[in-house]
């Protein structure tokens, strides 16, 4: 759901004991346990893993009894209304969806009252198509709709904000949960400029409450539903502030880094307070700090941060619990291993405690929602290898029924078994990584290593579902996850560690933990490629261009090779006096005072030295690394002699790619590792080279 109030996990007031003994049995096993042979276990085809999630959108009822969902088969896709009471369920069509002729996208569903939901959805029609020498590319209209509908489908009701554009009537901002006839929504009007209506979800006709410029990304709303805050930028752009609300003026609070997902913002709107004119924030220590990101709580009418009100003192807080029905704070939630959610009062630490319990190790659990007075929880409980399992918590009878999977076609027991691996660097940095092993192995096999650094990077690998981890174990490979230094999640010092440290640290700390995988009989050291995509694809560009004896073969996806390239990409999109830039020179290093250790640790400088078979994939359309860092790192190669295989993917950026190019990019790599890093031991002659002309693959993107 699209609304800026919802958190990761939203859990109303608990129970004051754990879970007791008369719950019913975990349907899937967990994931710590180490796998035994058995019988041979069929891999799920790259259809399977591609696919889009059978159930998906869950919510509750206000009142707990009425569970909606929407459920797809194949193209269609339907919304499900079950009384939980009863267990008679109703089915509303949605329509149909496809990549190659368009359809209907089920964005969120929220329930207004027992009787009424809310559901947004995108429509992609096919518009035109232009033709070329290697067939047709289509064009598509997105256009987003929310309409109010029954809970028996009887009426259904389009919301429509006043004067927006036909196509694009508004984008729900607060749906007053106090106020059940209204919501407020945002709307672009014939200028541009991002305007609030109060829309009648009977009606679906709405009134016009405030007005905003072209300058206007969003707004924030306190509890009440009134509007305290906006984001808005400046300078074209190359400055994001957040402003609070003065009477009928906007004054700045602060300035925020440009919203891009390759780093952290320093603050984080987690969502309203139980007090009018205050929000949680998720705040990042002052640089250098060694403390970790803690909740705090800001005050928009003195525009004043109050101290930190949740904290933990290794992790950085990743979201809230919040009270269903008061929004007051009960706790916040992190990432050790698996995702965890701390409360402040003890009985309630004890509920979750239980349910995690329930459920097994490795298995992270979030409360997605439940009815306002907290007696039912529907609970959503994923894995490394399970992408969700639905189950509704009974308070009073603390029963946690099984209500079904996410993604059915890729059950646990076909997937990869995850576990951590803690180890100490070359200068003593103890570290942690994950590795997947094969499903159905023997406890001493050594089956072929990928090694898979994680992009960023500011970001950091977790105990959870990862596509293409799942997909190499699937077909006999072990993965190894590394958390260098230079991760987010752990402090801010710990990412700052990573600082000007491309190529030289935080490469170290992924090369320490496989020679500690090596050491400690894991991996076989004949046996091993890297693989990675963003920052990842660098330091496997690094990886292979440093470590040759290390590595058999290379896959590095839409990863830069020159950094000093890099660096005025940066500088000509954000501004030399932007924040944008001023982080990446911070991350990588001053194009002007560092230009030689900037260079020496780009892939493309290392080309004629470059022994390691090559599979590079970029999207053509990559507007956060530009496609030009493959093609040049791929020409250099060529201009070497070297073996190199680049596929170009047309029209696709640098990640959420269509499921038919996501479909080519792992048959890509299940290809290219089958010639290079077989998973039968036995050797495989090398003849001839891998074509260097870049394989174009046209396909459309979904929204």
Not at 529 to 556: F, N
Not at 642 to 667: C, I, M, P, T, Y
């Amino acid at each position: 759901m699209k609304v800026w109030r919802v958190c990761v996990a939203v859990i109303g007031w608990l129970a004051a004991s754990a879970i007791g003994p008369g719950m019913v049995a975990a349907q899937t096993p967990p994931i710590s346990a180490q796998a035994t042979p058995g019988p041979a276990i069929t891999p799920p085809a790259i259809e399977d893993f591609i696919a889009p999630a059978f159930r998906s959108h869950a919510s509750l009822s206000p009142s707990g009894r009425y569970l909606i969902w929407v459920l797809r088969a194949g193209k269609n896709s339907v919304i499900e209304v079950r009384d939980t009471e009863t267990g008679t369920s109703q089915r509303i069509s949605v329509g149909s969806s496809s990549e190659e002729m368009g359809g209907i996208f089920v964005n969120w569903i929220a329930w207004k009252t027992d009787d009424l939901f809310l559901v947004s959805t995108t429509q992609l029609d096919l518009i035109r198509a232009r033709h070329r020498e290697d067939g047709a590319v289509r064009g598509y209209r997105f256009g987003h709709l929310v309409q109010a509908v029954s809970r028996d489908g009887a009426t259904l009701t389009r919301l429509a904000a006043p004067g927006a554009v036909d196509y694009s009537p508004g984008q729900v901002l607060d749906m007053l949960r106090g106020d059940p006839q209204h919501v407020l929504m945002t709307y672009r009007n014939d200028t541009g400029g991002l305007n609030i209506a109060r829309v009648d979800v009977a009606t679906g006709q709405g009134v016009r409450i405030l007005s905003g410029d072209q300058r206007v990304r969003s707004y924030i709303t306190d509890t009440s539903g009134e509007v305290v805050g906006r984001i808005a930028v400046r300078g074209g752009g190359r400055a994001v502030l957040m402003e609070a609300r003065v009477g009928e003026a906007w004054e700045e609070v602060y300035r925020l880094r440009r919203d891009d997902i390759r780093e952290l913002s320093d603050y984080r709107v987690l969502g309203a307070t139980d007090q009018p004119g205050k929000v949680f924030v998720a705040v990042q220590p002052e640089e250098g700090a060694t403390t970790t990101a803690g909740v705090h709580i800001f005050d928009f009418a003195t525009r004043t941060m109050g101290p930190v009100v949740w904290g933990n003192a290794t992790y950085d807080v990743a979201g809230i619990v919040q009270d269903a029905d008061t929004l007051a704070l009960m706790g916040g939630c992190y990432w050790d291993d698996i995702y965890r959610c701390d409360f402040l009062d003890r009985s309630d630490n004890a509920v979750m405690s239980g349910i995690r319990t329930f459920l097994g190790p490795g298995w992270s659990a979030s409360v997605v929602s439940q009815a306002r007075d907290g007696s039912r929880w529907l609970v959503r409980a994923w894995a490394a290898n399970s992408l969700g399992e639905y189950y509704l918590f009974d308070l009073g009878a603390r029963r946690m029924t099984p209500l079904g999977t996410a993604y059915p076609r890729l059950r646990p027991e076909r997937l990869g078994v995850m576990q951590r691996i803690d180890y100490a660097t070359r200068d003593g940095q103890p570290l942690f990584g994950y590795l997947t092993r094969p499903p159905g192995i023997a406890n001493d096999a050594r089956p072929p290593l990928v090694v898979m650094p994680h992009g960023g990077p500011e970001v950091r690998d977790t105990m959870t579902y990862d596509l293409w981890v799942q997909f190499l174990a699937s077909r006999g490979y072990q993965v190894f996850q590394p958390n260098f230094r230079g991760s987010s999640g752990l402090g801010r010092a710990f990412a700052e560690a990573g600082h000007r440290q491309w190529g030289l640290r935080m490469q170290d700390d992924v090369t320490d933990g496989v020679q500690d995988l090596i050491a400690q009989g894991l991996a076989d050291p004949s046996r091993i490629c890297v693989m990675g995509a963003s920052y990842g694809g660098y330091a496997a560009l690094q990886s292979g261009a440093t470590q040759t004896d290390l590595y058999r073969c290379v896959i590095a996806i839409s990863g830069p090779s020159d950094l000093m390239a890099m660096l005025r990409h940066e500088r000509s999109e954000g501004g030399e006096d932007s924040d944008r830039y001023e982080y990446w020179v911070k991350s990588i290093g001053d194009p002007r005072a560092d230009r030689t250790a900037i260079e020496a640790a780009s892939p493309l400088r290392r080309a004629a030295d470059w022994r390691l078979p090559i599979l590079l994939i970029h999207g053509d359309a990559d507007d956060i690394v530009p496609v030009e860092q493959s093609r040049e790192m791929d020409r250099a190669l060529r201009r070497a002699g070297k073996e190199v295989r680049f596929v170009e993917l047309e029209d696709e950026g640098h990640n959420n790619w269509s499921s038919k190019v996501e479909a080519q990019v792992l048959n890509e790599i299940e290809t290219f590792l089958a010639r290079h890093l077989p998973t039968d031991p036995a050797p495989q002659a090398q003849t001839g080279s891998v074509a260097t002309d870049a394989a174009r693959a046209v396909a459309s993107s979904p929204p």
